[in-house]
Every structure is written in structure tokens, then in C-alpha cells.
């Protein structure tokens, strides 16, 4: 997530479009909504048969993801951080994200906080998962449940870090099989993103697994620290096919990706790794984030079309974070042709409330957000729906 340093310039990168803003109040609600059973309708998400688009298993109807990444808040706490202590303030969070007319929410969950050592998950922390899951549920929003974080140095224990490349491995793997068990169920969950931009070490080997600092966060993380003679595209070939097939033992139904820093925008002729041919087999859709530079859409446009590889396409990070906001709307068009879903970022304030703070911080959420609702592709009888099952 290269959104990170804009928590020391933009701390609240807030997205999605916004149509009905529901007020603060429901933060008190003294009833939890993702107990209600009352539950909008959602169909299972899968790719077409000719694997262009994504579609209603069911209706066989074209599906657009148009949705946030729901990290953290404005002050920068990870959602694991607070989703006990504050759960209201979650329930009011993606009744204000349905209410931007969102239809996904992407989360980012730390391996830490799911396993309590190499053999054992945290139970709890799984529980307070499928709540999450039940809230998606009954809002009527998709979940892109993305795994294996290791943002906050601190958190990572000591035993995580200390495995070698084969037991890590094995620890991601029964990571993703717990959290598969209490998704597998359910039509909410979009899909699993196996890690958070994945890269791998150079000709030398490496003595870190986390990688660039930014905002106080690591949100890149290497999947191996030594080649040993292996190419990378080998390497990456094992460590998808192995956490894919974990998954794959517990839920054979939802789909798998993984979010790739698109290196074919800093490299030119750079090739997809994770999403090409021999890596990405297991992979159902291909994820990428995007964050186009100023004066230079076209070189962004260019590189997304390098993605193309014959699978459904999601720009699963977006923000205008190196163009203004009219360059990103040129990009956001552009890319219609070539993307079936857009992710921006949500950091728990509406356009009113970021409008109200008077900084410019504040002011330049707003604007976002307002953009972002103009751009939404869902349709006006969606938008109803939405509004009038709250």
C-alpha cells in the first residue's frame, strides 16, 4: 500500500463514492446490525466463462468491484486494533461505505494477531473475523479479505520472524486455512489476497522480511530471503501454489489473488511475475495498484495494460497521491476498457466530517470523495436498494 506516507501529509485518505451519508448516531446503536436478520441479498462472485469479467454465479450478471481499502483510521490504528473495544464504530464505518455507494471492502489482516504461535490460531480474533463477515452480510458489501500482514514491526513476534523460508511457508499456510474456515460459507467474501505486494530478494540473499518503511508502517513483504539458486519466477510459483492449495483444502469456492506493485510502471518492459503464466495459474483475477504520476496517465495506462493476461482485472489501490484528482478521474476512465473493479481508501470520516475539520488535509478528502461518488459505476436501482434496505 504505497497510501502509507500520506499519513504524515493526508492522514485520512478516505474513498469511495459517497451518495447517503448515515450520521455518527449509529455508532450508539444499541442493537448490533451485523446481528440483524435482516440481510441484503448478494450473490456469489466468479469470474465469466470466457474469464473477462466478474459475474453473479447465479444471475450471470456483470459484477463491478467499486470499492475502499478499509486499513486503518484516521489516526492510523489498524482495524484489528480497535474492532473490539470500538465495534460500534466499525458498524457505523460500513453503513457509511454502503452508503457511498461502495459494493467491496478490502481488509488487511495481520498474521500476528491470527496465530498464536506457529500451530495454533487465535480463536477469538477468528471469531471477531466472522462477525466482521456477518456485518459485510447484512450491509451488503463484499469482502476482499487480504492476509498475512506484518504492518506494525512491533507486533511481529520473534518466532514468526526467526522460521526459515519452508516454515514460514507452512505458518501462512495454515493462516489462510483458518481464516478460510470461517469465510467459506459465505457469499460476502469476495476473495482472499494471499499478501500485500509479495516481493522477493535480488541475486543476494536478504536479512529482513519486511521491506520499506512508510508512515510508520511495512506493507511490503518478502517472500523469500534467499534464491539459492532458483529463479524467481520458480520461487514465486511454489509459495502461491502452496498457499492457494492450502486454501483450496477448505474452500473451493471463493476466488484468489494477489495485489502486485506494478513494476511495469517503474521498469518498462517489465512482465508480470505473480499474475503471468507460470505463477499465476492458481490465481482467479489479477490485482494491481496504481498510483499514477503527474503530467504522465498515459505511462499509467500503458503499464495496466500489461496486466492483461486473459483474467479479470482490479486496480485494487488508487489515490491520487502523485497526480491531482482530474488526472486520476483520466485514469479511472482510461482503465475502463481494461479493469472489471477500482479500490480506493476509506479512513473512517465522511465528506462532512472531513469538510468540517477545515484543514487542508480535511479539504482534500472531501474533494476526493466527492469525485469518487461521481465516478461510481453502480447503478441508480443498485443505489436504492441500498438506501432503502438500511
Request: with cysteine; glycine share 6%; charged share 30%.
Amino acid at each position: 500500500m504505497f497510501v502509507a506516507p500520506l499519513a504524515k501529509i493526508v492522514p485520512g485518505l478516505a474513498v469511495l463514492p459517497v451518495l447517503l451519508v448515515m450520521s455518527k448516531p449509529c455508532r450508539a446503536a444499541e442493537r448490533d446490525p451485523a446481528d440483524s436478520p435482516r440481510r441484503l441479498p448478494l450473490e456469489w462472485i466468479v469470474p465469466s466463462e470466457d474469464k473477462v469479467h466478474f459475474v453473479g454465479e447465479e444471475s450471470g450478471r456483470r459484477i463491478v468491484l467499486w470499492g475502499v481499502n478499509y486499513d486503518h483510521d484516521d489516526d492510523g490504528r489498524l482495524l484489528e486494533d480497535y474492532w473490539e473495544p470500538e465495534w460500534d464504530t466499525v458498524v457505523a464505518d460500513f453503513h457509511e461505505i454502503q452508503a457511498l455507494g461502495a459494493n467491496v471492502v478490502r481488509i488487511h489482516l495481520q498474521l500476528a494477531r491470527f496465530m498464536k504461535t506457529p500451530q495454533q490460531p487465535d480463536e477469538n480474533r477468528l471469531e471477531r473475523l466472522a462477525r466482521l463477515v456477518r456485518l459485510a452480510e447484512q450491509t451488503g458489501l463484499y469482502l476482499d479479505v487480504t492476509g498475512l500482514g506484518c504492518y506494525h514491526r512491533e507486533d511481529v513476534p520473534a518466532w514468526y520472524d526467526a522460521l526459515d523460508e519452508a516454515a514460514r511457508w507452512e505458518v501462512q499456510a495454515r493462516f489462510w486455512q483458518a481464516v478460510a474456515d470461517v469465510c467459506k460459507a459465505s457469499p460476502a467474501v469476495c476473495c482472499y489476497d494471499l499478501m500485500n505486494e509479495p516481493i522477493l530478494p535480488g541475486n543476494e540473499p536478504e536479512t529482513e522480511w519486511l521491506a520499506g518503511e512508510f508512515g510508520g508502517k511495512y506493507f511490503v513483504q518478502r517472500i523469500s530471503l534467499d534464491l539459492k539458486g532458483r529463479t524467481r519466477t520458480e520461487v514465486a510459483r511454489d509459495w502461491v501454489k502452496r498457499l492457494a492449495s492450502a486454501i483450496r483444502e477448505i474452500d473451493d469456492r471463493h476466488m484468489i489473488t494477489v495485489g502486485v506493485i506494478p513494476w511495469a510502471l517503474t521498469f518498462k518492459g517489465a512482465k508480470p511475475l505473480f499474475h503471468s503464466a507460470e505463477v499465476g495459474e492458481p490465481l482467479d483475477f489479477v490485482s494491481v495498484h496504481f498510483y499514477p504520476k503527474k503530467d504522465d496517465v498515459e505511462s499509467a495506462l500503458e503499464a495496466l495494460r500489461v496486466y492483461e493476461v486473459g483474467k479479470p482485472l482490479v486496480i485494487e489501490e488508487m489515490f491520487p497521491l502523485g497526480c491531482s484528482i482530474e488526472e486520476l478521474e483520466q485514469f479511472i476512465d482510461g482503465s475502463r476498457k481494461h479493469a472489471d473493479g477500482w479500490i480506493s481508501f476509506y479512513w473512517g470520516k465522511t465528506i462532512e466530517e472531513n469538510e468540517r475539520t477545515g484543514d487542508l488535509k480535511g479539504a482534500l478528502i472531501a474533494q476526493w470523495l466527492r469525485c469518487f461518488r461521481r465516478q461510481s459505476p453502480l447503478s441508480p436501482r443498485d443505489r436504492h436498494e441500498r438506501k432503502t434496505t438500511r
